[in-house]
């Protein structure tokens, strides 16, 4: 599915979002450790086809604050010690040490330096997949709903996973 103004991963945020709700099992298959914060749904479960291995987080929210903290340097994301343009310029980032990290986190960002609460409000919105744009998520959603992506039809689950070796996934069958 393809949408104007969307990236994949919004898409498959959106579908979590619209569908997490109604116990369905959701499996990301993908290596992309972005979407951890999706895990915060009981009903949603990640497997790296790359790695062959199941991809969990026993706190899906304190990863996501980390992860908006730490920035994303291969999404051109700095630490929010950081300026925006730093990759640009080829500016090395401001150190950011798990004790920087904990001292901010038992802080209201708010309270923190004006800076930094502004580069935080900055990497929230690029980083935690919550702050998508409403016009976005409707045009997935409209998209999805064009489509026949919902194909009931399993019958060729068994052999894409065993042609691409993902036999992992094949004991767990039952669950798509």
């Known amino acids: 599915m393809r949408v104007q103004n969307a990236e994949a991963d919004d898409i498959i945020a959106s579908l979590v979002y619209e569908f997490s709700e109604e116990d369905n099992k959701i499996l990301i298959l ?6 951890i914060q999706l895990h915060k749904y ?12 199941w991809i969990s987080i026993e706190n899906s929210e ?17 630490n929010v010690l950081s300026p925006d343009n730093c990759f640009v310029i080829g500016q090395r980032q401001s ?4 004790k920087k990290i904990e001292n901010i986190l038992s802080t209201k960002i708010e309270e923190y330096d004006p800076l930094l609460s502004k580069n935080y409000i900055r ?21 999805y ?4 992506t919902v194909n009931k039809d399993r019958s060729n689950l068994i052999p894409y996973f ?8 094949i004991e767990h069958i039952s669950e798509f």
């Open 30 to 35: 993908s290596a992309d450790k972005d979407f």
């Open 42 to 53: 009981k009903n949603v479960k990640q497997y790296d086809p790359v790695r062959k291995k």
């Open 62 to 78: 304190s990863y996501l604050q980390e992860h908006i903290l730490k920035g994303d340097s291969g999404d051109g994301i700095p």
């Open 95 to 98: 150190p950011l040490t798990k």
């Open 123 to 143: 990497n929230k919105k690029l980083i935690d997949l919550s702050e998508m744009p409403d016009h976005i998520y409707n045009k997935i959603m409209d998209e």
């Open 145 to 148: 709903s064009k489509s026949n």
């Open 162 to 169: 065993m042609k691409n070796k993902l036999n992992n996934l």
